[in-house]
Nanobody
Framework: QVRLVESGGGLVQAGGSLRLSCAGP???????NSWYRQAPGKQREWLGTIKTTGAEDYGDSVKGRFTIFRDNAKNTVYLQMNNLTPEDTAVYYC???????????WGQGTQVTVSS
């Protein structure tokens, strides 16, 4: 089991920014890195994915505000979040996938709270 450790969550005012990190040995060699979030009483929402091919895609609710990028030297994937609103309050999760090994791993989640 690959352990992914998330960090960077916290409390921020509306309009502010946060950068979440997802670190672990599973980052190296993974084919796709994604971020999701889950607000209380709601289903888990996909936010975006980057692939080693260079392809990237984002959900409509975060497009233009959130960016995913990866630092292989640090075995870390990041979620840069700008112009946050209270609707962005949720627990945020990273996921990494390795297509050849047919594996995917999730982080433990980190809470982000945006105050109005």
């Amino acid at each position: 089991q690959v352990r992914l450790v998330e960090s960077g969550g916290g409390l921020v005012q509306a309009g502010g920014s946060l950068r979440l990190s997802c670190a672990g040995p599973g980052i190296i060699g993974s084919d796709a890195n994604s971020w999701y979030r889950q607000a209380p009483g709601k289903q888990r929402e996909w936010l975006g994915t980057i692939k080693t091919t260079g392809a990237e895609d984002y959900g409509d609710s975060v497009k233009g505000r959130f960016t995913i990028f990866r630092d292989n030297a640090k075995n870390t994937v990041y979620l840069q979040m700008n112009n946050l609103t209270p609707e962005d309050t949720a627990v945020y999760y990273c996921k990494v996938r390795n297509y050849a090994a047919h594996t995917e791993y999730w982080g433990q989640g980190t809470q982000v709270t945006v105050s109005s």
